[in-house]
């Protein structure tokens, strides 16, 4: 059985896009929309936590790697976005199509 870190880092190295997210977050919904509404091509990787017997820990680890305790927490292109606010602002500013086409 792979670690939480394993399950993580595996996460983030295989996908262009990681959401961690609540299934019952708002925040999380909008930022799942942001990608669907606007890069419908790309099929983000969503790891529901609490869905998981595993999400506490991996929601601890998340604190541990990037200091960011809530969810959603989104990577694109291997890189720490940030939660809701911070993808939306990126997505304003141009960062994250940058870093879409990485
Ligand atoms: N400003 C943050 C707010 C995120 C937030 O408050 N998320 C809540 C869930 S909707 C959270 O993680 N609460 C703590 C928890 O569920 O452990 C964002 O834009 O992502």
Redesign the pocket.
């Known amino acids: 059985m792979s670690s939480v870190k394993d399950t993580v880092e595996n996460a983030i190295s295989s996908n262009k896009i990681v959401i961690f997210s609540?299934s019952w977050?708002?925040?999380?919904a909008r930022a799942k929309k942001l990608f669907q509404e606007h890069f419908p091509e790309e099929k983000p990787l969503v790891l529901e936590l609490d869905e998981r017997d595993d999400g506490d820990a991996i929601?601890d680890y998340l604190a541990q790697k990037t200091g960011q305790?809530?969810?959603?927490n989104v990577f694109v292109s291997q890189k720490q976005v940030g939660?809701?606010?911070k993808t939306q602002a990126a997505f304003k500013s141009g960062e994250l199509n940058r870093l879409v086409n990485l």
Do not use: H
């Open positions: 609540k977050c708002g925040y999380s929601q305790t809530t969810v959603p939660g809701n606010d």
